[in-house]
Protein backbone atom coordinates (compact mmCIF):
# COMPACT_ATOMS: atom_id res chain seq x y z
CA UNK A 1 0.00 0.00 0.00
CA UNK A 2 2.57 2.30 0.96
CA UNK A 3 4.59 1.70 -2.65
CA UNK A 4 1.28 2.17 -4.49
CA UNK A 5 0.66 5.38 -2.47
CA UNK A 6 4.15 6.74 -3.46
CA UNK A 7 3.83 5.42 -7.03
CA UNK A 8 0.67 7.37 -7.68
CA UNK A 9 1.64 10.87 -5.57
CA UNK A 10 5.16 11.01 -7.17
CA UNK A 11 4.26 10.61 -10.97
CA UNK A 12 1.24 11.89 -13.37
CA UNK A 13 2.28 15.75 -12.54
CA UNK A 14 -0.49 16.95 -15.14
CA UNK A 15 -3.26 15.04 -13.43
CA UNK A 16 -2.09 16.04 -9.63
CA UNK A 17 -2.37 19.99 -11.42
CA UNK A 18 -6.07 19.61 -12.41
CA UNK A 19 -7.31 17.65 -9.10
CA UNK A 20 -5.37 21.26 -7.34
CA UNK A 21 -7.65 23.12 -8.85
CA UNK A 22 -10.64 21.23 -7.60
CA UNK A 23 -11.06 22.88 -4.24
CA UNK A 24 -13.31 19.83 -2.31
CA UNK A 25 -10.94 17.00 -3.73
CA UNK A 26 -7.52 19.28 -3.00
CA UNK A 27 -8.85 19.73 0.62
CA UNK A 28 -9.33 16.52 1.03
CA UNK A 29 -5.94 15.00 -0.62
CA UNK A 30 -4.10 17.56 1.59
CA UNK A 31 -5.72 16.00 4.89
CA UNK A 32 -5.02 12.81 3.67
CA UNK A 33 -1.83 13.28 3.18
CA UNK A 34 -1.11 15.03 6.51
CA UNK A 35 -3.07 12.32 8.19
CA UNK A 36 -0.88 9.48 6.91
CA UNK A 37 2.07 11.17 7.57
CA UNK A 38 1.34 11.86 11.47
CA UNK A 39 -0.41 8.69 12.13
CA UNK A 40 2.42 6.34 11.04
CA UNK A 41 3.51 6.23 14.46
CA UNK A 42 2.06 6.57 17.64
CA UNK A 43 0.31 9.96 18.72
CA UNK A 44 1.91 11.94 21.81
CA UNK A 45 2.10 11.98 24.56
CA UNK A 46 5.10 9.70 24.91
CA UNK A 47 4.88 7.33 27.87
CA UNK A 48 8.73 8.09 28.07
CA UNK A 49 11.40 11.18 27.93
CA UNK A 50 15.09 10.76 28.75
CA UNK A 51 14.08 11.75 32.61
CA UNK A 52 14.28 8.34 33.39
CA UNK A 53 14.27 4.50 31.62
CA UNK A 54 10.82 4.01 32.92
CA UNK A 55 7.27 5.81 32.95
CA UNK A 56 6.42 8.51 35.81
CA UNK A 57 4.83 11.30 36.72
CA UNK A 58 7.46 13.24 36.59
CA UNK A 59 8.95 11.90 32.80
CA UNK A 60 4.96 12.63 31.81
CA UNK A 61 5.28 16.67 32.82
CA UNK A 62 8.82 17.39 33.30
CA UNK A 63 9.08 19.31 29.85
CA UNK A 64 13.04 20.20 30.74
CA UNK A 65 13.47 16.66 28.99
CA UNK A 66 12.92 15.34 25.76
CA UNK A 67 10.75 12.90 24.66
CA UNK A 68 11.41 10.09 23.50
CA UNK A 69 9.64 7.89 20.38
CA UNK A 70 10.76 5.12 21.65
CA UNK A 71 12.04 3.86 25.32
CA UNK A 72 15.82 3.15 25.68
CA UNK A 73 16.58 -0.74 24.99
CA UNK A 74 16.71 -2.99 28.09
CA UNK A 75 20.15 -4.32 27.10
CA UNK A 76 22.66 -3.10 24.65
CA UNK A 77 25.49 -4.76 22.52
CA UNK A 78 28.77 -3.41 22.57
CA UNK A 79 29.17 -0.23 20.35
CA UNK A 80 31.68 0.48 17.61
CA UNK A 81 34.82 2.92 18.60
CA UNK A 82 33.40 6.37 17.93
CA UNK A 83 36.15 7.31 16.19
CA UNK A 84 35.47 4.65 13.51
CA UNK A 85 31.98 5.87 13.64
CA UNK A 86 32.97 9.59 12.98
CA UNK A 87 35.07 8.52 9.69
CA UNK A 88 31.80 7.22 7.81
CA UNK A 89 30.46 10.83 8.15
CA UNK A 90 33.73 12.82 6.33
CA UNK A 91 33.80 14.23 3.44
CA UNK A 92 36.82 13.56 1.17
CA UNK A 93 39.23 16.39 0.18
CA UNK A 94 38.17 16.32 -3.05
CA UNK A 95 34.79 17.47 -2.38
CA UNK A 96 31.69 16.23 -1.70
CA UNK A 97 28.33 14.77 -3.67
CA UNK A 98 26.15 17.58 -4.07
CA UNK A 99 22.23 17.57 -3.59
CA UNK A 100 20.29 17.39 -7.04
CA UNK A 101 17.45 19.36 -5.66
CA UNK A 102 18.38 21.84 -3.02
CA UNK A 103 19.61 25.17 -2.89
CA UNK A 104 21.88 26.33 0.14
CA UNK A 105 18.39 28.66 1.29
CA UNK A 106 16.75 24.87 2.14
CA UNK A 107 19.52 23.82 5.05
CA UNK A 108 19.72 27.70 6.50
CA UNK A 109 16.12 27.28 6.92
CA UNK A 110 16.00 24.14 8.09
CA UNK A 111 18.86 25.50 11.09
CA UNK A 112 16.99 28.57 11.51
CA UNK A 113 13.63 26.80 12.16
CA UNK A 114 14.92 24.02 14.68
CA UNK A 115 17.23 26.39 16.12
CA UNK A 116 13.51 27.72 18.25
CA UNK A 117 12.82 24.61 19.50
CA UNK A 118 15.54 21.73 19.46
CA UNK A 119 17.75 22.99 22.01
CA UNK A 120 19.63 20.80 24.10
CA UNK A 121 21.15 21.80 27.38
CA UNK A 122 25.12 21.71 26.64
CA UNK A 123 25.65 20.83 30.50
CA UNK A 124 22.91 18.56 30.94
CA UNK A 125 22.44 16.49 27.56
CA UNK A 126 19.04 14.60 28.35
CA UNK A 127 17.72 18.12 28.80
CA UNK A 128 16.01 20.88 26.72
CA UNK A 129 15.82 24.39 27.04
CA UNK A 130 13.02 24.29 24.30
CA UNK A 131 9.61 25.87 25.01
CA UNK A 132 8.35 23.12 22.78
CA UNK A 133 6.91 25.29 20.11
CA UNK A 134 7.44 26.78 17.02
CA UNK A 135 7.03 30.18 18.15
CA UNK A 136 10.23 32.15 16.24
CA UNK A 137 11.62 32.37 19.65
CA UNK A 138 15.18 33.05 17.67
CA UNK A 139 13.42 36.52 17.14
CA UNK A 140 11.64 36.85 19.99
CA UNK A 141 13.70 35.14 22.73
CA UNK A 142 12.42 32.10 24.88
CA UNK A 143 11.32 34.06 28.09
CA UNK A 144 9.14 37.20 28.38
CA UNK A 145 12.32 38.91 30.02
CA UNK A 146 14.16 38.32 26.71
CA UNK A 147 11.30 39.76 24.94
CA UNK A 148 11.13 42.70 26.89
CA UNK A 149 14.46 43.95 25.97
CA UNK A 150 14.26 42.92 22.17
CA UNK A 151 10.61 45.26 22.37
CA UNK A 152 11.22 49.12 21.30
CA UNK A 153 8.39 49.96 24.04
CA UNK A 154 7.40 52.78 21.94
CA UNK A 155 4.01 54.57 22.07
CA UNK A 156 4.64 57.68 20.07
CA UNK A 157 2.47 57.23 17.58
CA UNK A 158 4.35 55.76 14.58
CA UNK A 159 6.31 53.24 16.64
CA UNK A 160 3.79 51.20 18.57
CA UNK A 161 4.50 47.51 19.27
CA UNK A 162 8.11 47.49 17.06
CA UNK A 163 11.47 45.40 18.36
CA UNK A 164 14.26 47.05 18.62
CA UNK A 165 16.47 48.06 15.17
CA UNK A 166 19.08 49.74 13.67
CA UNK A 167 19.97 51.55 10.32
CA UNK A 168 23.00 50.16 8.03
CA UNK A 169 24.15 50.94 5.09
CA UNK A 170 20.20 52.02 4.23
CA UNK A 171 18.81 48.83 5.58
CA UNK A 172 17.11 47.90 8.68
CA UNK A 173 19.04 45.46 11.12
CA UNK A 174 18.72 43.86 14.90
CA UNK A 175 20.84 46.30 17.14
CA UNK A 176 24.30 45.35 18.19
CA UNK A 177 24.69 43.01 21.27
CA UNK A 178 27.86 44.48 22.18
CA UNK A 179 29.80 47.80 23.06
CA UNK A 180 32.54 48.91 20.55
CA UNK A 181 35.20 47.14 23.46
CA UNK A 182 33.67 43.65 21.77
CA UNK A 183 33.14 41.98 24.82
CA UNK A 184 30.97 44.27 26.92
CA UNK A 185 26.86 43.10 26.54
CA UNK A 186 25.27 46.74 26.26
CA UNK A 187 23.53 47.75 29.41
CA UNK A 188 20.20 47.71 27.74
CA UNK A 189 20.43 44.02 27.12
CA UNK A 190 21.01 43.09 30.63
CA UNK A 191 18.87 43.33 34.20
CA UNK A 192 19.09 45.51 37.15
CA UNK A 193 21.92 43.11 38.54
CA UNK A 194 24.13 44.05 35.57
CA UNK A 195 23.66 39.86 34.13
CA UNK A 196 22.46 39.05 30.36
CA UNK A 197 18.75 38.79 29.83
CA UNK A 198 19.82 36.55 26.42
CA UNK A 199 21.09 33.97 26.08
CA UNK A 200 24.91 33.34 25.81
CA UNK A 201 26.09 33.46 22.44
CA UNK A 202 26.83 29.41 20.83
CA UNK A 203 30.02 29.94 20.20
CA UNK A 204 30.96 33.00 21.63
CA UNK A 205 34.00 32.32 22.90
CA UNK A 206 35.48 31.64 19.46
CA UNK A 207 35.31 35.38 18.67
CA UNK A 208 35.66 36.48 22.32
CA UNK A 209 36.86 40.11 22.03
CA UNK A 210 34.94 40.46 18.45
CA UNK A 211 31.20 40.87 18.96
CA UNK A 212 31.41 44.25 17.59
CA UNK A 213 33.47 44.21 15.04
CA UNK A 214 31.78 40.91 13.15
CA UNK A 215 28.36 42.43 14.23
CA UNK A 216 26.27 40.37 16.31
CA UNK A 217 23.41 41.00 16.96
CA UNK A 218 20.88 41.52 19.75
CA UNK A 219 18.09 38.31 19.14
CA UNK A 220 16.05 36.30 21.23
CA UNK A 221 18.07 32.77 20.12
CA UNK A 222 21.89 31.87 20.99
CA UNK A 223 22.08 30.53 17.75
CA UNK A 224 20.53 33.06 15.45
CA UNK A 225 24.17 35.00 15.15
CA UNK A 226 25.67 31.96 14.29
CA UNK A 227 26.03 32.22 10.50
CA UNK A 228 25.59 35.92 7.75
CA UNK A 229 22.73 33.18 6.17
CA UNK A 230 20.75 32.75 9.68
CA UNK A 231 21.08 36.31 10.53
CA UNK A 232 19.63 36.88 6.97
CA UNK A 233 16.82 34.91 7.99
CA UNK A 234 16.30 36.29 11.31
CA UNK A 235 16.57 39.82 9.93
CA UNK A 236 13.75 39.44 7.28
CA UNK A 237 11.72 38.41 10.00
CA UNK A 238 12.25 41.46 12.50
CA UNK A 239 11.26 43.62 8.85
CA UNK A 240 8.19 41.86 8.66
CA UNK A 241 7.52 42.31 12.44
CA UNK A 242 7.92 46.07 12.21
CA UNK A 243 5.97 46.31 8.89
CA UNK A 244 2.74 44.59 10.90
CA UNK A 245 3.26 46.81 13.59
CA UNK A 246 3.18 49.38 11.44
CA UNK A 247 0.17 48.54 9.80
CA UNK A 248 -1.77 47.38 12.52
CA UNK A 249 -1.09 50.63 14.26
CA UNK A 250 -2.36 52.61 11.33
CA UNK A 251 -5.88 50.93 11.00
CA UNK A 252 -6.33 50.58 14.63
CA UNK A 253 -5.89 54.17 16.06
CA UNK A 254 -6.45 53.55 19.78
CA UNK A 255 -4.53 50.14 19.96
CA UNK A 256 -1.55 50.70 22.75
CA UNK A 257 2.08 49.72 22.08
CA UNK A 258 1.06 46.28 23.93
CA UNK A 259 -1.62 45.47 21.95
CA UNK A 260 0.18 46.19 18.50
CA UNK A 261 3.24 44.02 20.17
CA UNK A 262 0.99 41.04 20.42
CA UNK A 263 -0.99 40.97 17.66
CA UNK A 264 1.74 41.80 15.00
CA UNK A 265 3.57 38.68 16.31
CA UNK A 266 0.70 36.29 16.27
CA UNK A 267 0.29 37.31 12.88
CA UNK A 268 3.64 36.18 12.08
CA UNK A 269 3.88 33.14 13.67
CA UNK A 270 1.46 32.07 11.84
CA UNK A 271 2.68 33.29 8.52
CA UNK A 272 5.74 31.44 9.35
CA UNK A 273 4.22 28.02 9.90
CA UNK A 274 2.50 29.13 6.37
CA UNK A 275 5.77 29.04 5.51
CA UNK A 276 7.22 25.78 6.92
CA UNK A 277 4.56 23.70 5.03
CA UNK A 278 4.20 25.47 1.86
CA UNK A 279 7.54 26.01 0.99
CA UNK A 280 9.85 24.02 3.29
CA UNK A 281 7.52 20.94 4.04
CA UNK A 282 6.72 21.13 0.01
CA UNK A 283 10.26 20.97 -1.41
CA UNK A 284 11.04 18.07 1.64
CA UNK A 285 7.65 16.20 -0.20
CA UNK A 286 7.93 13.78 -3.06
CA UNK A 287 4.51 14.20 -4.23
CA UNK A 288 3.21 16.19 -6.82
CA UNK A 289 0.72 17.04 -5.13
CA UNK A 290 1.40 20.95 -3.49
CA UNK A 291 0.43 20.49 0.79
CA UNK A 292 -1.00 23.81 1.91
CA UNK A 293 -1.62 25.16 5.93
CA UNK A 294 -5.21 24.06 6.39
CA UNK A 295 -5.25 24.37 10.21
CA UNK A 296 -8.78 22.49 10.27
CA UNK A 297 -6.95 19.41 8.90
CA UNK A 298 -5.86 19.23 12.70
CA UNK A 299 -8.84 20.51 14.43
CA UNK A 300 -10.52 16.81 14.74
CA UNK A 301 -7.55 14.90 14.57
CA UNK A 302 -6.30 12.48 17.04
CA UNK A 303 -2.87 13.37 16.71
CA UNK A 304 -3.69 16.84 18.17
CA UNK A 305 -2.08 16.95 21.01
CA UNK A 306 0.69 19.35 23.09
CA UNK A 307 3.95 19.63 21.47
CA UNK A 308 6.79 17.72 23.56
CA UNK A 309 9.80 17.39 21.82
CA UNK A 310 11.65 13.82 21.64
CA UNK A 311 15.43 13.43 21.42
CA UNK A 312 15.17 11.23 18.39
CA UNK A 313 13.95 14.50 16.37
CA UNK A 314 16.87 16.69 18.21
CA UNK A 315 19.42 14.32 16.77
CA UNK A 316 17.73 14.00 13.01
CA UNK A 317 17.92 17.55 12.15
CA UNK A 318 21.29 17.60 12.40
CA UNK A 319 21.85 17.94 8.35
CA UNK A 320 25.61 19.23 8.92
CA UNK A 321 26.13 17.29 5.16
CA UNK A 322 24.00 19.72 3.23
CA UNK A 323 26.55 22.27 4.26
CA UNK A 324 29.15 23.11 1.07
CA UNK A 325 32.71 23.85 2.03
CA UNK A 326 32.39 27.04 0.35
CA UNK A 327 29.95 29.77 -0.59
CA UNK A 328 29.80 32.35 -3.75
CA UNK A 329 29.23 35.64 -1.95
CA UNK A 330 29.75 38.87 -3.15
CA UNK A 331 31.45 37.62 -5.95
CA UNK A 332 33.57 35.74 -3.87
CA UNK A 333 34.36 31.71 -2.76
CA UNK A 334 34.63 31.70 0.95
CA UNK A 335 35.09 29.10 2.95
CA UNK A 336 31.64 28.39 4.93
CA UNK A 337 33.90 27.74 8.22
CA UNK A 338 35.15 32.00 7.60
CA UNK A 339 32.04 32.73 8.00
CA UNK A 340 30.42 31.32 11.03
CA UNK A 341 29.71 34.41 13.62
CA UNK A 342 30.55 37.11 11.27
CA UNK A 343 27.24 39.59 10.29
CA UNK A 344 29.62 41.87 8.22
CA UNK A 345 29.18 39.23 4.99
CA UNK A 346 25.27 40.31 5.42
CA UNK A 347 25.30 44.09 5.91
CA UNK A 348 27.74 44.52 3.46
CA UNK A 349 26.01 42.83 0.59
CA UNK A 350 22.49 43.61 2.00
CA UNK A 351 19.64 41.51 2.87
CA UNK A 352 17.87 40.65 -0.66
CA UNK A 353 21.46 39.78 -2.35
CA UNK A 354 22.04 37.56 0.26
CA UNK A 355 18.99 35.68 -0.44
CA UNK A 356 19.95 35.64 -3.78
CA UNK A 357 23.35 34.12 -3.25
CA UNK A 358 21.91 31.17 -0.98
CA UNK A 359 19.43 30.75 -3.65
CA UNK A 360 21.94 30.60 -6.27
CA UNK A 361 24.20 27.91 -4.05
CA UNK A 362 24.00 24.38 -4.15
CA UNK A 363 23.16 22.68 -0.89
CA UNK A 364 25.40 19.55 -1.00
CA UNK A 365 23.59 15.98 -0.52
CA UNK A 366 22.35 14.21 2.54
CA UNK A 367 24.62 11.16 3.13
CA UNK A 368 27.46 9.77 4.63
CA UNK A 369 30.96 10.50 3.64
CA UNK A 370 29.81 14.33 3.15
CA UNK A 371 30.05 16.30 6.14
CA UNK A 372 32.85 19.00 6.07
CA UNK A 373 35.55 19.15 8.38
CA UNK A 374 34.97 21.64 10.52
CA UNK A 375 31.70 20.31 11.81
CA UNK A 376 33.53 16.92 12.73
CA UNK A 377 33.52 17.73 16.11
CA UNK A 378 30.07 18.26 15.47
CA UNK A 379 29.07 14.98 14.56
CA UNK A 380 30.83 13.40 17.36
CA UNK A 381 29.05 15.22 19.69
CA UNK A 382 25.85 13.71 18.37
CA UNK A 383 26.91 10.43 17.59
CA UNK A 384 27.64 10.98 22.16
CA UNK A 385 24.41 11.68 22.96
CA UNK A 386 22.57 9.41 21.15
CA UNK A 387 24.94 6.78 22.73
CA UNK A 388 24.41 8.59 26.40
CA UNK A 389 20.70 8.83 26.15
CA UNK A 390 20.78 4.96 24.91
CA UNK A 391 18.62 5.60 21.75
CA UNK A 392 17.75 2.65 19.98
CA UNK A 393 19.16 1.08 16.80
CA UNK A 394 18.45 2.40 13.06
CA UNK A 395 15.93 -0.66 12.75
CA UNK A 396 13.75 -0.54 15.53
CA UNK A 397 12.96 3.31 14.03
CA UNK A 398 11.86 2.09 10.80
CA UNK A 399 9.74 -0.84 12.58
CA UNK A 400 8.10 2.02 14.82
CA UNK A 401 7.56 4.14 11.39
CA UNK A 402 5.61 1.38 9.89
CA UNK A 403 8.69 1.15 7.51
CA UNK A 404 10.22 -2.64 6.81
CA UNK A 405 13.19 -2.72 8.54
CA UNK A 406 16.31 -4.24 6.56
CA UNK A 407 18.06 -7.59 6.58
CA UNK A 408 21.32 -6.20 4.30
CA UNK A 409 23.10 -3.48 3.87
CA UNK A 410 22.13 -3.67 0.22
CA UNK A 411 18.57 -2.82 1.24
CA UNK A 412 19.89 0.56 2.48
CA UNK A 413 22.19 1.98 0.28
CA UNK A 414 23.20 0.97 -3.52
CA UNK A 415 26.81 2.62 -3.12
CA UNK A 416 29.23 -0.26 -2.56
CA UNK A 417 31.71 1.99 -0.73
CA UNK A 418 29.17 3.20 1.94
CA UNK A 419 27.96 -1.20 1.91
CA UNK A 420 31.39 -1.91 2.96
CA UNK A 421 32.12 0.91 5.74
CA UNK A 422 28.70 0.10 7.25
CA UNK A 423 29.80 -3.75 7.26
CA UNK A 424 33.02 -3.21 8.44
CA UNK A 425 32.06 -0.86 11.11
CA UNK A 426 28.72 -2.88 12.45
CA UNK A 427 28.75 -6.06 11.16
CA UNK A 428 25.23 -6.01 10.31
CA UNK A 429 22.22 -3.91 9.50
CA UNK A 430 20.47 -4.79 13.18
CA UNK A 431 23.70 -3.33 14.77
CA UNK A 432 23.41 0.23 13.33
CA UNK A 433 22.61 3.19 15.56
CA UNK A 434 20.02 5.05 14.54
CA UNK A 435 22.49 8.58 13.78
CA UNK A 436 24.58 6.31 11.18
CA UNK A 437 21.51 4.79 10.11
CA UNK A 438 19.74 8.05 9.34
CA UNK A 439 22.40 8.78 6.84
CA UNK A 440 23.46 5.70 5.56
CA UNK A 441 20.61 5.30 3.48
CA UNK A 442 20.38 6.12 -0.28
CA UNK A 443 18.03 9.56 -0.69
CA UNK A 444 15.00 8.79 -1.95
CA UNK A 445 14.21 10.57 -5.84
CA UNK A 446 12.30 13.90 -6.01
CA UNK A 447 13.67 14.78 -2.25
CA UNK A 448 16.76 15.46 -0.82
CA UNK A 449 15.62 13.28 2.13
CA UNK A 450 16.36 9.54 2.60
CA UNK A 451 13.44 7.47 3.72
CA UNK A 452 13.87 7.28 7.70
CA UNK A 453 14.45 10.70 8.09
CA UNK A 454 11.58 11.84 5.52
CA UNK A 455 9.43 10.29 7.12
CA UNK A 456 10.09 11.34 10.58
CA UNK A 457 10.17 14.81 9.67
CA UNK A 458 6.78 14.25 8.17
CA UNK A 459 5.40 13.33 11.08
CA UNK A 460 6.93 15.72 13.82
CA UNK A 461 6.21 18.70 11.28
CA UNK A 462 2.97 18.29 10.31
CA UNK A 463 1.93 17.39 14.23
CA UNK A 464 3.96 20.32 15.90
CA UNK A 465 3.22 23.10 13.21
CA UNK A 466 -0.37 22.14 12.88
CA UNK A 467 -1.12 22.06 16.73
CA UNK A 468 0.07 25.27 17.20
CA UNK A 469 -2.00 27.27 19.65
CA UNK A 470 -2.63 30.31 17.00
CA UNK A 471 -3.93 27.54 14.77
CA UNK A 472 -6.44 25.75 17.34
CA UNK A 473 -10.11 25.72 16.68
CA UNK A 474 -11.21 28.88 18.46
CA UNK A 475 -7.90 31.41 17.91
CA UNK A 476 -7.22 30.93 14.20
CA UNK A 477 -9.79 34.02 13.41
CA UNK A 478 -9.81 37.66 12.96
CA UNK A 479 -10.32 38.14 16.81
CA UNK A 480 -7.23 36.80 17.15
CA UNK A 481 -5.66 38.35 14.14
CA UNK A 482 -7.88 41.31 12.56
CA UNK A 483 -9.34 40.98 9.74
CA UNK A 484 -6.11 42.52 7.84
CA UNK A 485 -3.64 40.69 9.31
CA UNK A 486 -6.30 37.14 8.16
CA UNK A 487 -5.52 38.32 4.76
CA UNK A 488 -1.29 38.62 5.21
CA UNK A 489 -1.67 35.32 6.74
CA UNK A 490 -3.71 33.96 3.68
CA UNK A 491 -1.68 35.52 1.14
CA UNK A 492 2.03 34.63 2.22
CA UNK A 493 3.38 31.16 0.89
CA UNK A 494 6.98 31.53 0.34
CA UNK A 495 10.16 33.55 1.98
CA UNK A 496 10.14 35.57 -1.33
CA UNK A 497 6.51 37.02 -0.60
CA UNK A 498 8.35 38.63 2.35
CA UNK A 499 11.50 40.05 0.82
CA UNK A 500 9.18 41.52 -1.65
CA UNK A 501 7.46 43.26 1.11
CA UNK A 502 10.36 44.71 2.87
CA UNK A 503 13.52 45.05 0.28
CA UNK A 504 10.74 47.52 -1.70
CA UNK A 505 13.45 48.47 -4.02
CA UNK A 506 15.89 46.79 -5.80
CA UNK A 507 18.06 46.41 -9.04
CA UNK A 508 17.15 42.72 -9.11
CA UNK A 509 15.04 41.10 -11.86
CA UNK A 510 12.68 38.39 -10.96
CA UNK A 511 12.80 38.91 -7.68
CA UNK A 512 10.00 36.39 -6.41
CA UNK A 513 11.97 33.40 -9.06
CA UNK A 514 15.42 34.20 -8.09
CA UNK A 515 14.64 33.50 -4.12
CA UNK A 516 14.12 29.45 -3.83
CA UNK A 517 14.58 26.56 -2.02
CA UNK A 518 14.27 24.46 -4.96
CA UNK A 519 17.07 24.48 -7.56
CA UNK A 520 16.15 25.92 -10.99
CA UNK A 521 17.88 22.78 -12.88
CA UNK A 522 15.81 20.45 -10.93
CA UNK A 523 13.20 18.18 -12.69
CA UNK A 524 11.14 15.74 -11.69
CA UNK A 525 12.20 11.89 -11.36
CA UNK A 526 9.85 8.90 -12.66
CA UNK A 527 9.36 7.13 -9.40
CA UNK A 528 8.57 2.93 -10.49
CA UNK A 529 5.89 1.02 -8.54
Known amino acids: MRRLRTFLLSNFEPIWAVVQKVPFLSRSINRFIIDTAVTASRNRPHPFSTRSSYTSWA ?9 RHLAAPKRRDALPDK ?24 PVFAQYL ?4 LRTDMEARERTTSNHEIDLSPLYGRTAEQTDVLRQRDETPGRKGRLKSQELNGEEYPPYLYEEDGSTIRDCFRDSDGNAILDPLLGGDKIKGKGFERQIFAVGGDRAN ?26 NRGWDDEQVFQTARNILIAIYIKIVIEEYINHISSTCFKLTADPKVAWRASWNRPNWMTVEFA ?9 PDRVAWAGESVPSEEMVLDNRYLTAAGLEAGFRYVSAEEAMALTLFNTPGFLREVECRAIGQGRDLQVDTYNSYRDAMSIPTVTSFDQ ?3 DPEKREALKRVYGTPDAVEFYTGLFAEDVNPNTPMPTLIGAMVALDAFSQALTNPLLSEHVFNETTFTA ?3 EQIETTHRLSDLVLRNVPTSDFPDRAEAIRMTRK ?7 PF
Open 59 to 67: SLTDRRYFG
Open 114 to 117: TDGF
Open 521 to 527: DWRRSWV
Open 484 to 486: WGM
Open 226 to 251: ATPMVSMLNTLLLREHNRLAGQLEKR
Open 412 to 414: MTG
Open 315 to 323: LLYRWHPLV
Open 83 to 106: AEVVKLFERPAEGGRVCPKSTLLF
